[in-house]
């Protein structure tokens, strides 16, 4: 499994259908922390999802505390607006995990205090937008860390 795509307390349920497909086209595994925004069963998650959300290799977690128990040997990169390394720089290898925030605030602070020289973003070329959405950050990232692996 070359990468793990982790959403921290994902709000928006068509973002997650969205980003289920991708991890399934790119051979991610797709993690879930809690609290959602939304419940699994969401016709919205689903229909974004389409038939491909039984294919698709997920896994939930209660709490991020959940998640660090049982990945804390794993490599990590954190994306979010805040970073000031690009993601061109992530030195990807397999296995990594990619965490990713909720679509209104981000990666809660606690996990970027924890791991500042982890943090990297995705080069805006215009003043005049924060962020991109989540689905599209996540396929950006995902398909340059498939592309420095291959």
């Known amino acids: 499994m070359p ?51 039984k294919h698709i290799q997920l896994t939930t977690y209660e709490s991020i505390d959940d998640f660090y128990d049982k990945h804390s040997d794993k490599k990590m990169v954190l994306l979010s607006s805040h970073g000031t390394q690009s993601i061109w720089d992530i030195p990807f290898e397999d296995d990594m995990m990619l ?13 970027l205090n924890k791991h500042p020289e982890h943090i990297f973003k995705i080069p805006l070329h215009s003043d005049h937008i924060r962020s991109i ?18």
């Open 133 to 150: 959405n989540i689905a599209n950050a996540v396929s950006v990232t995902v398909y340059e860390g498939l592309r420095q692996l291959s």
């Open 3 to 53: 990468l793990h795509i982790v959403l921290v307390h994902p709000e928006i349920p068509n973002n997650t259908g969205n980003i289920g497909r991708l991890s399934l086209a790119t051979g991610s595994h797709l993690h879930l922390i809690k609290p959602f925004g939304f419940e699994i069963s969401d016709s919205r998650l689903k229909r974004a999802g389409l038939d491909y959300w």
């Open 99 to 111: 965490l990713f925030g909720k679509e209104s605030t981000g990666l809660p602070s606690e996990i």
